[in-house]
């Protein structure tokens, strides 16, 4: 589903000089699996997930999503192909002067739906994430764990085969937390949408993923596999996360 | 000086009517001509302003150090040499340099880039994370610019449109003083000039209102508009 060839990302420093925040890096994420991205602080997560979607184009290397290979696409067709790749933020991203069901719906009237559709696809959503009865609230008026839920609601609404994550619960308490891995997990298994997620915690990977790559400085240490939430590791830095969870 | 009543003032002010309310009129003109002016181009301008900037969707350091270059050159200028100097365009523009629309023409000069950069401003505050989820999504620019900039600056776009208004009915006072006519111009005709005191005092006032009031719808829209 997803296939990153040999990217490589590197950002200037603001002292000058360079900073190689993805080196040279392969992976290949299946359809229809929940594939984890692990690391600490500055390991290069977020930047290799947004490699995926190309909010940050690699100095080489080829990023291949759904058949489609996104690095030749011209601008507008790489509009179209983000179409088909939905993105949940840490900080949620939504538009503070549009209500709930319109921050769900931009993404389709991006995309050229008809409004009855539209509206059918956002009601339908809303029940998805259990915030029927939030449709024309206003994000201020909302908690941070149902902030994230229109995130992932407007993330889901173009129907992607593809939803990519950047610790979409690192801003929320533990109970919602959980609530809200729930809600992606949910996602995944009704309607076989592979997620990426990014995060830093050992139990977000046991908890939902069926993958997952450990990163450090830039490159991919090892894939973790998980099995009835018992991660399996070699290299001596997943064990050291497996014990410090 | 002989003692004036206060009901002679009302009466001089009454037989003033019809004048006051043409230079009524005419401070609408040049103001709405010039505000036209400011948000058909310096709108855009400021647009370009911020999305130039480095980490912008467009950015690039020439276009924007030359546009902000621009921009300052222009605000640099006191408002009444800019009017001067922009006397020979203004005849070739209007045709004549007086009357309401000949000021609107340095008027339109000097809102341009004011608005340009209080629009910058108010775009800066729209959180960069917002912009990214919509190009996350395939939206085009023209749709971040209309459906995510716009719509979530609105609040703020209302709030810099009302500064300037009032700044600029101000400005076009001295405008009007310099041959444009308007409110301002009356007040230093009759005020000044005739030492009609009444009728300084009263187009001040008038000014005081108009400018209470723009506040007031400016500051009501504002708050309506926002949803944060
Ligand atoms: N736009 C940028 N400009 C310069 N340096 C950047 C940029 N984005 C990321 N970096 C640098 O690249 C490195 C990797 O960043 P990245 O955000 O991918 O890390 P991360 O693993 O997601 O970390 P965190 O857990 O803190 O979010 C960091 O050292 C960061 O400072
Ligand atoms: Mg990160």
Same mark, same amino acid.
């Given at each position: 589903?997803i296939h990153l060839k040999n990217v490589h990302k590197r950002f ?85 002067n549009r209500t709930v069901a319109a921050n769900i719906a931009f ?57 990519l994550a950047d610790e979409p619960t690192s801003a929320l308490d ?72 | ?80 040499? #800019?009017?001067?100097?922009?006397? &020979?365009?203004?005849?070739? @523009? $209007?045709?004549? *340099?007086?009357?309401? !629309?000949?000021?609107? =023409?340095? #008027?339109?000069?000097?809102?341009? &880039?004011?608005?340009?950069? @209080? $629009?910058?401003? *108010?775009?800066?505050? !729209?959180?960069?994370? =917002? ?98």
């Amino acid at each position: 589903m997803i296939h990153l060839k040999n990217v490589h990302k590197r950002f200037q420093k603001p002292e000058g000089g360079w900073f190689d925040a993805v080196r040279d890096t392969s992976l290949h994420v299946r359809a229809g699996e929940i594939f984890g991205l692990i690391g600490f602080s500055g390991a290069g997560k977020s930047t290799l997930l947004r490699l995926i979607n190309l909010l940050e184009r690699p100095d080489s290397g080829s990023v291949t999503v759904d058949g489609q290979p996104l690095t030749a696409l011209s601008a507008s067709a790489l509009r179209r192909a983000r179409q088909n790749i939905g993105m949940v933020f840490q900080q949620f991203n939504l538009m503070a002067n549009r209500t709930v069901a319109a921050n769900i719906a931009f993404p389709l009237e991006i995309a050229g739906w008809q409004q009855a559709d539209i509206d059918a696809r956002v009601a339908e959503c809303l029940d998805i994430v259990g915030l029927a009865d939030r449709a024309q609230h206003y994000p201020a008026q909302l908690s941070g764990g149902q902030k994230q839920r229109v995130g992932i609601a407007r993330a889901l609404a173009p129907r992607p085969h593809v939803i990519l994550a950047d610790e979409p619960t690192s801003a929320l308490d533990p109970k919602t937390t959980q609530s809200i891995l729930d809600c992606l997990q949910d996602i995944n298994a009704r309607f076989g949408v592979t997620v990426v997620i990014v995060t830093h915690e050992m139990h977000v990977i046991r908890s939902i993923c069926h993958r997952a790559a450990l990163l450090d400085a830039g490159e991919v240490v090892e894939i973790l596999s998980v099995q009835d939430k018992q991660v399996s590791a070699q290299s001596a830095l997943a064990k050291s996360l497996l014990e410090v969870a | 000086m002989e003692e004036l009543t206060f009901a002679q003032a009302l009466a001089n002010l009454s037989d003033l009517a019809p004048e006051i309310g043409q230079a009524s009129l005419e401070t609408g003109l040049m103001l709405g001509i010039g505000l036209t002016a400011a948000i058909l181009l310096g709108g855009p301008l400021g647009i370009l302003l911020y999305l130039t900037q480095p980490g912008q969707l467009f950015a690039h350091r020439t276009v924007n150090g030359v546009l902000g270059w621009l921009v300052n050159l222009v605000r640099s200028f006191p408002f009444i040499i #800019l009017m001067v100097s922009l006397v &020979p365009l203004t005849r070739v @523009l $209007v045709g004549s *340099t007086i009357g309401p !629309i000949a000021a609107a =023409v340095p #008027l339109s000069f000097a809102a341009i &880039p004011y608005f340009a950069r @209080l $629009v910058e401003q *108010t775009l800066r505050e !729209i959180p960069r994370g =917002v912009v990214e989820a919509a190009e996350a999504m395939g939206a085009s620019p023209a749709q971040i610019i209309v459906k995510v900039l716009i719509n979530e600056a609105r609040a703020g776009l209302i709030s810099s449109l009302t500064i300037l208004t009032i700044s600029f009915l101000s400005y076009s006072a001295v405008a009007g003083v310099v041959g444009g006519g308007g409110i301002g111009d009356l007040a230093i005709r009759y005020g000044y000039y005739r030492f009609q005191s009444e009728v300084m005092i009263a187009m001040v006032l008038l000014l005081v209102v108009i400018v209470q009031l723009i506040q007031f719808a400016g500051n009501r829209l504002a708050a309506r508009l926002d949803k944060r």
